[in-house]
Every structure is written in structure tokens, then in C-alpha cells.
């Protein structure tokens, strides 16, 4: 049964800013309270796992939220954060290779595997941040990847088990192609992709030359 208490001078909470918004009718709260909402503190990294019991490699349990404006404030307009959320790799891409990106049932489907970045994000950030206050908003899939930016099946990277596979080599059966990036050793990652450059650059420099590099910087 519902019932209503009325405050005869007012009501104080002892909830956190961001509880207590959570609480109130967004249409209660002026925009311009709300946007206070938002941590100062946001942190550059958040981790949103919906499920332990599901496991860590199933669709739709964790997410992954970077917020770098946090880092370098001038990516973003003053006052305003940027951010990017994503699953890690574990998007079926069964459910999007039978579909055509123009049809309604791409944008359908579209609309529904995304719920789990923005209730995501909701829960990192807190009742401070709302979609609805986003001023730009760009959703991506497996298909989006796979057409901007040519990568097989849409992937982040190869997903390699410890003890039963390994990541390949940076020669080919074809002389004088090598391969570097995220697919080859040592992985994925921007460190381990840098990595992989600079160990294909190293194979492509005769050893007189690494002498004479070692012998400038004195070693």
C-alpha cells in the first residue's frame, strides 16, 4: 500500500547527491542540477559486469567504459565529457551477419543490444548523466566495425585461450610481407600493437645498423 508522508518544514536526506537524484522525477530537477550531478571524479576507466554467475565471456554481462576527456579536457567543449562504451569482443556477430544495415530490423536490433551500454554507463556515472542530455550519439555493431573499419567479422581483436593457441608470427609465406597489429604477437592492446611495429621494424634493420644506434647512445 502506498502512502504519503508530508514534511511540514522539509525533507533532508543523508544520500549521496548522485542516490538522491536517482530518486526524483527527472522532470522535477532542472537540467542544470542534474548536469551537477555528474562526478568530478569520473575516472578515465569503468568496468560494469551485470552478472558474475554468467561469466565474464558471455554477450551482454560486462561493459567497458572509457571516459578520456577526463585526461585531456580540451577533447571535449568546456563543461562537457566525451566517452566510449563498449562490450569486450563478445557480440555475437551471428545476430548481425543475416541483416541488412538499411533495414528496420537492423535499426530495431540496433536500438535493443545497446540498452546495455547506456543502462551501463547510467551506473558508472551516476543519476548525474542522462542520454537523453547527450549531444551527440553514435552506436556502432559488429557490421559498423566490419565496414569502417575493415575488420574481420567486426572484431576488437583475436580472442586467444592461454595453453591451446597462440598469436602468429609477423613473417608470411610471401617474401618481404610482414604483418604486424593486433592479430600477431604479442596482441592486442595499444602497448602490445606498438610492440608488434616496432619488432617488424627491428627484423627490417640490418645488423650493422642496431651497432651503430647502440654505439650513438653509448651502450
Same mark, same amino acid.
Request: proline share 6%.
Given at each position: 500500500?502506498?502512502?504519503?508522508?508530508?514534511?511540514?518544514?522539509?525533507?533532508?536526506?543523508?544520500?549521496?547527491?548522485?542516490?538522491?537524484?536517482?530518486?526524483?522525477?527527472?522532470?522535477?530537477?532542472?537540467?542544470?542540477?542534474?548536469?551537477?550531478?555528474?562526478?568530478?571524479?569520473?575516472?578515465?576507466?569503468?568496468?560494469?559486469?551485470?552478472?558474475?554467475?554468467?561469466?565474464?565471456?558471455? +554477450?551482454?554481462?560486462?561493459?567497458?567504459?572509457?571516459?578520456?576527456?577526463?585526461?585531456?579536457?580540451?577533447?571535449?567543449?568546456?563543461?562537457?565529457?566525451?566517452?566510449?562504451?563498449?562490450?569486450?569482443?563478445?557480440?555475437?556477430?551471428?545476430?548481425?551477419?543475416?541483416?541488412?544495415?538499411?533495414?528496420?530490423?537492423?535499426?530495431?536490433?540496433?536500438?535493443?543490444?545497446?540498452?546495455?551500454?547506456?543502462?551501463?554507463?547510467?551506473?558508472?556515472?551516476?543519476?548525474?548523466?542522462?542520454?537523453?542530455?547527450?549531444?551527440?550519439?553514435?552506436?556502432?555493431?559488429?557490421?559498423?566495425?566490419?565496414?569502417?573499419?575493415?575488420?574481420?567479422?567486426?572484431?576488437?581483436?583475436?580472442?586467444?585461450?592461454?595453453?591451446? +593457441?597462440?598469436?602468429?608470427?609477423?613473417?608470411?609465406?610471401?617474401?618481404?610481407?610482414?604483418?604486424?597489429? +593486433?592479430?600477431?604477437?604479442?596482441?592486442?592492446?595499444?602497448?602490445?600493437?606498438?610492440?608488434?611495429?616496432?619488432?617488424?621494424?627491428?627484423?627490417?634493420?640490418?645488423?650493422?645498423?642496431?651497432?651503430?644506434?647502440?654505439?650513438?647512445?653509448?651502450?
Amino acid at each position: 500500500m502506498l502512502q504519503f508522508i508530508r514534511a511540514k518544514k522539509a525533507v533532508v536526506g543523508n544520500a549521496s547527491i548522485w542516490d538522491t537524484l536517482n530518486l526524483l522525477p527527472k522532470e522535477a530537477v532542472p537540467n542544470s542540477y542534474m548536469e551537477r550531478g555528474i562526478r568530478e571524479d569520473l575516472g578515465i576507466h569503468h568496468t560494469v559486469v551485470n552478472d558474475w554467475e554468467r561469466g565474464v565471456d558471455v +554477450d551482454q554481462t560486462v561493459v567497458l567504459i572509457s571516459v578520456p576527456s577526463v585526461l585531456s579536457q580540451d577533447l571535449a567543449p568546456h563543461g562537457k565529457h566525451i566517452l566510449h562504451a563498449c562490450t569486450p569482443g563478445t557480440e555475437p556477430f551471428e545476430l548481425w551477419d543475416v541483416l541488412d544495415r538499411r533495414s528496420s530490423e537492423y535499426k530495431k536490433l540496433k536500438s535493443e543490444r545497446s540498452e546495455v551500454l547506456w543502462r551501463a554507463v547510467e551506473r558508472a556515472l551516476g543519476p548525474g548523466f542522462s542520454r537523453d542530455n547527450c549531444e551527440v550519439k553514435l552506436v556502432g555493431t559488429p557490421l559498423t566495425h566490419q565496414r569502417f573499419l575493415r575488420r574481420n567479422r567486426g572484431t576488437y581483436g583475436p580472442a586467444i585461450q592461454i595453453g591451446k +593457441d597462440s598469436f602468429v608470427g609477423h613473417s608470411t609465406p610471401i617474401p618481404q610481407l610482414y604483418c604486424c597489429g +593486433d592479430s600477431t604477437l604479442p596482441g592486442i592492446g595499444v602497448p602490445a600493437v606498438g610492440a608488434s611495429g616496432a619488432i617488424v621494424a627491428n627484423s627490417l634493420v640490418p645488423i650493422s645498423q642496431h651497432s651503430q644506434l647502440l654505439d650513438a647512445i653509448g651502450i
